[in-house]
C-alpha cells in the first residue's frame, strides 16, 4: 500500500489532531452570525436622552422649524433606538425633505423614517415613506441594507411580487453565510407575505455543501423562534417570561448542535482523507 506523500517540512497527521484551520473558521463564522441573531432579538433603546440628543432637542425647540434640526435629531433618536420618537420628529419634515439642497441628506432621512415606521408596525406609513424615496446616492457602498428594507415593506403590505425583487436583489452577489442572515432578517415579512418557501428554495439552490444546508436548516429555525418571540408586544407575565427563556434556551441548543455538526463532520472528512 502507497504511503501518503507529505510536503517538505509537513508534518503526518496522527489519530486524534485538530480538525482543520479551516474548519474552525467556518464553525466561527457560523457562531458569530448565530449569535448575533439571538443577541438582537429585540433591541432595546437607550434610556434617556444622550447628550447629543439633547443637544438637538433643545436646539429644536429654540427654532421648532428648522429642517436641519430636525433631521438630526432624529437621525439621534434612531441612533439611540427610539423609534417612536424618531418617527415623531422626522414626520415634522417628512413634507419638506426637498428643502434638502444635498441629495445625500433627502436620501437619509427618508430612509430613517421608513425604518422608525417599520420598528412601531405602522406598515402603511413605511410605504407611503419609500415611494418618496428617489434613487439611492452613488456614493452608497451597498444597497443590500436598502433593498433588505425594500423587501420587508412590500412585503408587510402584501406586494409578494416586489418583495421577491427587492430580496433577490439584496442578495445578489453576496456569500452565502451574508445571504442567510439576509433572508433570517426579512424573515417575518417574507413568512406574512408567503414568500418565505420561495426564498428558502432560491437559498437552496446557492448552498453548495452539507455544510451550508446546515445552516441553512439552523438558521431557518432560528428565524422561526425569533419571529415568534418578536410577535409577543403585550407586557410579558411571568408565564410568558418564562417562555421567552426556554425559547433562548431552544435556540442555543439549536446553535450548539449545529456547531457539533459541523464538528462532527469535519472530522469525519478529515479521517477520510487519512
Known amino acids: ?6 510536503r517538505k517540512g509537513e508534518q503526518p497527521a496522527t489519530e486524534g489532531s485538530a480538525p482543520s ?8 463564522k457560523v457562531a ?8 438582537s432579538l429585540k433591541s432595546k433603546p437607550k434610556p434617556g436622552l444622550t447628550n447629543e440628543s ?23 433618536y434612531g441612533a439611540d433606538q427610539q423609534w417612536d420618537k424618531c418617527a415623531n420628529v422626522l414626520l415634522r419634515g417628512f413634507k419638506r425633505v426637498s428643502e434638502f439642497k444635498n441629495p445625500d441628506d433627502r436620501f437619509e432621512m427618508l430612509v430613517i423614517l421608513c425604518q422608525a415606521s417599520m420598528h412601531e408596525k405602522k406598515y402603511r406609513q413605511a410605504l407611503t415613506v419609500l415611494n418618496e424615496i428617489s434613487e439611492p446616492p452613488d456614493a452608497l457602498e451597498s444597497l443590500a441594507d436598502f433593498d433588505s428594507l425594500k423587501c420587508q415593506v412590500y412585503c408587510f403590505n402584501g406586494d ?3 418583495g421577491l425583487k427587492a430580496f433577490n436583489k439584496a442578495i445578489e452577489g453576496q456569500e452565502f453565510d451574508l ?3 439576509t433572508w433570517a432578517g426579512c424573515s417575518a415579512a417574507l413568512r406574512r407575505a408567503g414568500a418565505w418557501a420561495v426564498t428558502k428554495t432560491t437559498l437552496e439552490g ?19 423562534l425569533k419571529d415568534a418571540y418578536l410577535q409577543e408586544d403585550r407586557p410579558k407575565t411571568d408565564v410568558a417570561r418564562y417562555a421567552a427563556v426556554a425559547l433562548v434556551v431552544v435556540a442555543m441548543l439549536v446553535f450548539v448542535y449545529l456547531l457539533w455538526l459541523l464538528e462532527a463532520r469535519s472530522l469525519e472528512s478529515w479521517k477520510m482523507r487519512k
Open 1 to 6: 500500500m502507497s504511503e501518503i506523500r507529505q
Open 54 to 76: 439633547k443637544q438637538f432637542k433643545d436646539a429644536l425647540a429654540a427654532d421648532p422649524f428648522n429642517i436641519d434640526l430636525i433631521f438630526e435629531l432624529g437621525r439621534a
Open 160 to 162: 409578494m411580487v416586489k
Open 32 to 39: 458569530a452570525r448565530l449569535t448575533t441573531m439571538l443577541e
Open 179 to 181: 445571504a442567510i442572515s
Open 21 to 28: 484551520a479551516d474548519a474552525k473558521v467556518d464553525r466561527a
Open 206 to 224: 446557492l448552498a453548495k455543501t452539507d455544510a451550508d444546508k446546515d445552516k441553512l436548516d439552523a438558521v431557518e429555525n432560528l428565524a422561526k
